[in-house]
């Protein structure tokens, strides 16, 4: 599911969401798209997380759902193996403000460096072949409770958390930091169904 061009550090990433959305007075969910690649399952993942994250940008109602929904449509297809992704116009059309953009991938820098000193290959197995799938679907089960999670507080940060690490440890193949997305997804699912309202 992850191609050869894909980034290899979360810094890369930044750079290249930067670099490809240079200049415009806004950024739309379609440009995200073609910037991190539509077959690209790590790199997606982790970019609907950093956003879910990012000050600014995922405090903005709406955004973690609409990352989220990208992440359904987008996974859920390269699950089936389809050729072509398909994304509705209106979601590919949703925007942000291109300053609250760069904002929020400014403040990812530091986290983003320290981050990539301690990812590494290690436990691939746990992130190619039949374990990369396994990740794949946990990611659509994060996706799928994000706008559950968007009305219970601090939760959509564990969800967003988990598809940061679920995506970085496709891109960086460290299977030690997939089970900790894991434990994440679980923690966060817990915290979630003890917290529901009534």
């Not at 061009?5 to 930044?14: A, G, T, Y």
């Not at 440009?31 to 993942?45: C, K, T």
Request: aromatic share 6%.
């Amino acid at each position: 599911m992850n191609q050869p061009d894909d980034p290899n550090s979360l810094k890369e990433l930044l750079d290249r969401l930067r670099d490809g959305t240079d200049g415009q007075r806004r950024v739309s969910v379609g440009d995200i798209l073609a910037v991190v690649g539509e077959r690209s399952f790590g790199p997606l993942a982790l970019v609907a997380g950093l956003v879910t994250l990012a000050p600014l940008i995922g405090d903005i109602p709406g955004v973690p759902t609409l990352l989220a929904l990208m992440v359904l449509l987008t996974v859920g297809q390269l699950l089936f193996q389809r050729e072509t992704i398909w994304i509705p116009a209106r979601l590919a059309n949703r925007s942000m403000e291109q300053e609250k953009l760069d904002k929020g991938l400014d403040w990812l820098e530091k986290p983003a460096r320290f981050l990539d000193r301690w990812t590494r290959p290690r436990l691939v197995f746990l992130v190619r072949g039949p374990g990369q799938y396994v990740m794949a679907v946990l990611c659509l089960l994060v996706a799928a409770a994000m706008p559950l999670m968007e009305i219970i507080p601090f939760s959509a940060n564990g969800g967003g958390l988990a598809l940061v690490a679920f995506g970085l440890a496709i891109i960086a193949r460290d299977g030690l930091l997939a089970l900790f997305a894991a434990l994440t997804t679980g923690g966060t699912a817990w915290f979630v169904l003890t917290n529901l309202p009534g």
